[in-house]
């Protein structure tokens, strides 16, 4: 079974560009979480969607950061502009329901460098 | 602030070894979950702990949620180079719905 797939798995870009990641979570599941890992900060969530719709975006760093989730295999997360400081992994992750202590299943991440 | 701290940081030692790796909060969480992630994929979970003083077991693997359910423990016998990865905790602290990650313990097997 395909699990949760992430594109592009790395992403170069420069200060100012818009960069948008890619999600297809898993086929019937119906929680979507995105989240962002540093060496500095850990692991950080960013927004969860249940249903397509975002129920908690309290984690999204500033206005540059958005996501959508316009049906239920695919989502993005679009920065733009981006900054250095964005550099970071993003994962995105997916649950068979909306329970936050529901078993998460990630994808493999896309490395995001900002120069 | 961190919410879940997580200790030690980093930890390398040789195989067939036993090892002990702690999560703490002075928080308390209805569920608490224990991930593994390798370098460069994504965190895989292990166990999930409900209940206050339970003990799981994973083969080699022992996981412990502290009966005030604000700290847990992972205890490995006889670590193999298999192990090797970042160990994540995580959980969700009563009256908060945020899933919330620890800063982890990065683990070195050497063989």
């Known amino acids: 079974d395909a699990g949760v797939i992430q594109s592009p798995r790395h992403e170069v870009t420069e200060m100012g560009q818009e960069v948008t990641l890619r999600c297809k979570p898993i086929s019937g599941h119906n929680s979507l979480f995105w989240y962002r890992q540093t060496m500095m900060r850990g692991l950080e969530l960013l927004i969860y969607?249940?249903?397509?719709?975002?129920?908690?975006d309290s984690g999204m760093p500033e206005d540059r950061f958005s996501a959508k989730m316009p049906n239920a295999s695919f989502s993005t997360l679009k920065i733009q502009p981006s900054e250095p400081r964005d550099s970071a992994v993003y994962f995105c992750a997916s649950s068979a329901s909306g329970g936050l202590g529901d078993t998460q299943y990630f994808g493999p991440g896309t490395r995001l460098t900002v120069l | 602030t961190q919410l879940l701290e997580q200790s030690p940081q980093f930890l390398s030692i040789q195989e067939g070894e036993n090892l002990t790796v702690y999560c703490n909060s002075s928080s308390v969480f209805s569920s608490l979950q224990w991930y593994r992630q390798e370098p460069g994929e994504g965190p895989v979970l292990l166990v999930t702990?409900?209940?206050?003083?339970e003990v799981k077991k994973l083969k080699r693997l022992t996981f412990q949620f502290g009966d005030a359910r604000k700290d847990s423990s992972l205890h490995i016998t006889a670590a193999q180079p298999g192990d090797t990865g970042l160990y994540l905790c995580?959980?969700?602290?009563?009256?908060?719905?945020?899933?919330?990650f620890g800063t982890g313990t990065r683990l070195t097997i050497i063989p």
């Open positions: 702990v409900v209940t206050g003083g």
């Open positions: 995580a959980g969700v602290p009563f009256g908060n719905e945020k899933l919330t």
């Open positions: 969607f249940n249903n397509n719709v975002p129920i908690d």
